[in-house]
């Protein structure tokens, strides 16, 4: 499976409760603005909106009304749906609006021409999934992917990124230089149930033999949803234009210090102490045995063919902007303690990754090599 296709399989699975004891503190704003979230109650709007509320932000929700309803009751909701029903949003005013929910071209467009005279600011959560591969290094001026027909709004595998690219063009010929795009990679942290970092500190904290892929000298890139939280809201409050790659540093994180996090932060909160060994498995052995990259072992593709340059995507005009990024330790350990809070049901039965009897199948098979 590739990158893309397991990006759009998952984005529908990210519901979310609210981490309490992850609450992020911050700030007050010097200026309290009033923001429209065109969603909001999934795993990226649930921290946007929590951050918002610390530095002093009034939020509004418009979506269908369906999902966590009774997250943020202090909240105004527009209910609504983007495909038809927009007219709650006529005439109101923001300061501005953060789209979290467009997946197709037209919703986009429909929602940033009605809004245009009211709201000054367009903010548009895309995704390096727009770029046709990582063959090479993909900064933001980098070709994006194409659709035969442009029509379709079906989102799939294959249109899931392209589709995001027109949704892009979208907003941007609507609101011009007030528009902008962030391009995050795989978004982690605490309250992402859809496991797809969450599946190695969860399997750290189960204890025995890991099975990992590749080496840990293997590179990767992802984004802390706190982090992407606090740059769209910086990114808002400077009223900075754009469009910008939001993931961690090119080289910088590796499977092996993701695995060693992991393993320390389960020695810390889990009790009795796991006792961890990793064994690390080639890529090529990997396919023989079926198990596939980003789904089967979450996070990781092999840095060759079409993904040699997929953990060196350039981030130096958000730096510039003012993303900061903070420690993995503290990435994987909040990751691990909200995990540890999930029902049992969520925590025995991970939505990415190998379950115990395929790991242990893949680990017998691995030592018995000939």
């Known amino acids: ?42 795993f990226i709007g649930v921290h946007m ?101 442009e029509t379709i709004e079906k989102v799939d595998g294959e249109s899931y990124g392209p589709l995001k690219a027109l949704c892009e063009q979208a907003a941007i010929k609507v609101y011009g230089d007030r528009a902008t795009v962030l391009r995050p990679g795989l978004i982690v942290g605490p309250d992402d149930n859809t496991d797809r970092f969450t599946y190695w500190p969860a399997r750290a904290a189960r204890g025995g033999e890991i099975a990992a892929p590749g080496g840990p000298g293997e590179h990767i890139q992802i984004i802390d949803v706190r982090d992407l939280a606090a740059f769209t809201l910086r ?19 590796t499977m092996g210090q993701v695995l060693d996090e992991s393993i320390r932060a389960a020695s810390q909160l889990v009790k009795p102490k796991p ?38 995507t350039p981030i130096d005009r958000a730096l510039a902007a003012g993303l900061t990024l903070r420690p993995l330790a503290n990435t994987v350990r909040d990751t691990l303690t909200w995990h540890l809070k999930r029902p049992e049901a969520e925590r025995r039965k991970l939505k990415a990754g190998l379950d115990e009897a395929r790991e242990q199948a893949l680990l017998k098979a691995w030592h018995e090599r000939s």
Not at 71 to 96: H, S, T
Not at 118 to 124: I, L, T
């Open 1 to 42: 499976m590739q990158r893309r296709e397991f990006i759009a399989s998952t984005s529908a699975l990210a519901a979310t409760t609210l981490a309490g004891s992850h609450a992020l503190a911050a700030a007050k704003a010097s200026k309290p603005l009033s923001l429209l979230i065109l969603g909001g109650t999934r």
């Open 49 to 149: 909106t929590q951050l918002a509320l610390a530095r002093g932000h009034k939020i509004t929700f418009f979506n269908r009304g369906r999902t966590k309803t009774d997250l943020f009751p202090q909240i105004e909701r527009i209910k609504g749906d983007r495909n038809d029903a927009l007219d709650g949003l006529k005439d109101r005013k923001f300061d501005a609006v953060i789209d979290n929910s467009g997946y197709v071209p037209r919703h986009v467009r429909l929602a940033a021409e009605l809004l245009l005279p009211n709201v000054p600011r367009y903010v548009f959560v895309s995704s390096i999934s727009v770029y046709p591969d990582f063959s090479v290094p993909r900064g933001e001026d980098s070709v994006v992917g194409k659709l035969a027909d």
């Open 235 to 253: 990114c808002i409050e400077q009223e900075t234009s754009g469009t910008f790659n939001v993931v961690t540093k090119p080289k910088t994180v």
């Open 275 to 312: 006792r961890s060994t990793v064994s690390w498995i080639p890529a090529a052995f990997l396919a023989r045995q079926k198990v596939e990259p980003w789904s089967d072992m979450p996070a990781w593709f092999p840095e060759e063919g079409t993904e040699v340059a997929g953990a060196a």
